[in-house]
């Protein structure tokens, strides 16, 4: 069996071009080539993503390979018609094809009743979407994003799916009730309708009952009638009255209100004393970043008449939640301070006050809003509550200072893990370690964007991923984007920001995907992506991951440290390709956090998925080969 398993995958070889080292023909057993792994002395899994292979695939090679559970040949260049007789490997149950050439409809997946996952996207595939789908019972995931698909969606059954995606086919008709429930990111960039996306036209099910001239009232076509002239002259007159009407009542609540306001700002203002005439000073900024004894030394500069923004005029901290209040003011002051670095915000300082709680404070600085407006927005950052975000305990607001303080984070930050001293002693960043750090970072995103469609964090970037003793993330820096004036010169952030935002202040979820992006990228090549413009030893990183990509080995992209680990390899070139697909040029075209998310959840599952179903094969630790 296994010399035919050999044939076969020889006969692979020859028909495809790519890395010629492929496979060290002079060992006999092809269980021991670079890609391959065996159960029973028969070939079980094949993965060959991102090895610059091209041409196409003749009847005859892999459909030799019977049993053969896994295909992986994500990321090459194979172009022309997938030959149908793969439908002979019945035991499959995973085939990654995305990412390469092929082209031509789908005919191989009559009879392939264990499949799984099938992800065919980023290729030309075109033709129908075979109803012969329905017979997959166990599919889990059906990805054919981006391809040339057309026709109708066919009602498609599967108990158990998970992740869908159709977007950017030429599809065209209603969406089937069974796939009601996916994303409308699943949908687009097609001809559909229906749920979730829009109604389909002419069905007026769902319509509103006054929708345009000659409207038309009823479910059915046989129930329509036609409104008269005057009824529509009546409707048009009363909803004008009526709208008119709405404004009067909200004129005179809003004016009510204002009164209000007025009122309590009066009161405010006559509570607190004049602070400019008190002669405070500011907190003296450390010259270079050093240790500078106490959080502020010129603690006196507060006591000296300072106001806070406690309710009657005493200097307060205003702490957030049920987080225990410890500490005052004074104890803050008091404790001894580090600088930890300067941002684009202030300065962020580690504090350990005399009772051992170690905090980090951030000294705001040109804060360009409102008291009230900045109030609001601080309150709005210490109201969110996440087990991915840096928690804000408290803050400190009088004219002179802004001072937020938060949780004190021991690993750092991700970006001084990753570019910082790779000395001995330091724990190596594996597979685990990285990937369970972006699922980290999506998921405290994920909560960010679900709090309304106009919330973003507008800064994500490694230096804002700060770690826990056991590597979880937290993302840090949210929400407060929109505190300051814009940089005067360009910052680190640069490298991270999507194409069209021109105003940091101003970044959508969409631009925030794409600073994700940036940042998978930059946990995968372990490289720190910067701006053209600052000119330092950085890159461009998603151009030119594209280009190394395209034109030469793939995988060479990957961080040294992360190769080491091979057992990964599928689950690394699929968020390779999920950056990328975070790094579009277009907003329109980068998913949505929550579908990132449930893509590397499903990814890390399968990881150990394959550990626990593999974890018998000696030979894996033999393999020859990058892969
Ligand atoms: N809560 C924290 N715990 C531990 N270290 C922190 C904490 N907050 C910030 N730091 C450290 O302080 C440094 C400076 O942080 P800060 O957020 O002020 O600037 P930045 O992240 O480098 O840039 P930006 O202000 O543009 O986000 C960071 O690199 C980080 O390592």
Redesign the pocket.
Same mark, same amino acid.
């Given at each position: 069996d296994l010399t035919s398993d050999r044939t076969a995958l020889l006969a692979f070889r020859s028909a495809v071009g790519g890395r010629t080292f492929l496979w060290n023909t002079t060992t006999t057993s092809p269980c021991n080539w670079a890609g391959i792994q065996c159960e029973n002395n028969r070939v079980t899994v094949l993965r060959l993503p991102a090895s610059a292979l091209y041409g196409t695939l003749p009847v005859n090679t892999i459909s030799n390979l019977t049993r053969l559970r896994t295909l992986s040949l994500r990321l090459n260049r194979l172009s022309g018609p997938l030959p149908s007789d793969i439908s002979k490997c019945v035991e499959l149950r995973n085939v990654y094809i995305q990412g390469n050439f092929f082209s031509g409809p789908v005919t191989f997946l009559s009879g392939l009743h264990s499949l799984v996952r099938l992800n065919l996207a980023d290729n030309n595939f075109s033709g129908n979407i075979p109803s012969a789908y329905n017979n997959l019972t166990r599919l889990r995931t059906l990805l054919v994003q981006k391809n040339q698909f057309s026709g109708s969606i066919p009602e498609l059954k599967f108990p158990n799916l998970e992740q869908f995606n159709v977007s950017f086919n030429k599809l065209n008709g209603p969406i089937p009730r069974s796939l009601e429930a996916m994303p409308v990111s699943a949908f687009i960039g097609n001809s559909l309708c229906g749920k979730p996306l829009n109604v389909c036209p002419g069905n007026n099910k769902t319509q509103p009952a006054i929708a345009t001239a000659g409207i038309e009232i009823g479910n059915s076509s046989n129930e329509k009638k036609k409104l008269s002239a005057g009824a529509i002259v009546g409707i048009v007159i009363g909803s004008v009255g009526g709208f008119f009407i709405l404004l009067l009542i909200l004129f005179v609540l809003c004016r009510t209100k204002n009164g209000e306001k007025t009122r309590s700002v009066d009161v405010q203002t006559i509570k607190q004393p004049e602070t400019e005439a008190s002669g405070d000073k500011q907190i003296e900024e450390p010259e270079n970043g050093v240790n500078n004894g106490n959080l502020v030394s010129a603690s006196a500069v507060l006591s000296s008449g300072d106001e806070s923004w406690g309710e009657n005029g005493t200097k307060k901290l205003v702490f957030f939640g049920d987080c225990n209040k410890t500490f005052d003011l004074e104890d803050l002051l008091r404790a001894s301070a580090e600088v930890?670095?300067?941002?684009?915000?202030?300065? +962020?300082y $580690?504090a350990v006050l005399e009772i051992g709680t170690i905090v +980090?404070v $951030?000294r705001l600085r040109d804060v360009a809003i409102s008291e009230r407006e900045c109030k609001e927005k601080i309150e709005t950052v210490g109201a969110m509550n996440h087990e991915n975000l840096?928690p804000l305990r408290a803050y400190y607001f009088s004219k002179e200072e802004k001072l937020l303080v938060?949780?004190?984070?021991?690993m750092?930050?991700l970006?001084?893990l990753l570019h910082g001293s790779k000395g001995a002693g330091r724990t190596p960043l594996n597979w685990e370690i990285r990937s369970s750090i972006a699922l980290g970072i999506a998921h405290g995103m994920e909560y960010l964007h679900s709090q309304g469609p106009n919330i973003s964090h507008g800064?994500i970037?490694s230096?804002?991923v700060?770690l826990t003793k056991s590597y979880e993330a937290r993302v840090?820096?949210f929400g407060?984007a929109n505190l300051v004036g814009p940089p005067s010169s360009p910052?680190?952030?640069a490298g991270y920001r999507a194409p069209e935002v021109t105003d940091p202040r101003n970044v959508s979820q969409k631009a925030d995907v794409y600073s994700f992006g940036v940042l998978l990228l930059e946990l995968l090549t372990g490289k720190a992506p910067t701006h053209a413009l600052l000119n330092d030893e950085g890159v461009d990183l998603p151009r030119w991951v594209q280009s190394v990509v395209r034109q030469e080995w793939p995988s060479e992209v990957f961080d040294i440290e992360l190769l080491r680990y091979q057992t990964a390899e599928e689950e690394m070139v699929q968020l390779l390709q999920l950056a990328i697909d975070c790094t579009a040029q277009y907003p329109d075209n980068r998913p949505s956090i929550p579908e990132i998310s449930k893509q590397i959840e499903e990814l890390r599952r399968s990881t150990s998925y394959d550990k626990h179903e593999q974890s018998d094969l000696a030979n894996a630790a033999n393999r020859s080969g990058p892969f």
């Open positions: 930890l670095g300067k941002g684009t915000f202030g300065t +962020a $580690k +980090a $951030k840096v938060f949780d004190y984070m021991p750092g930050s970006s001084a800064n970037k230096s804002n700060l840090s820096d407060l910052t680190r952030v």
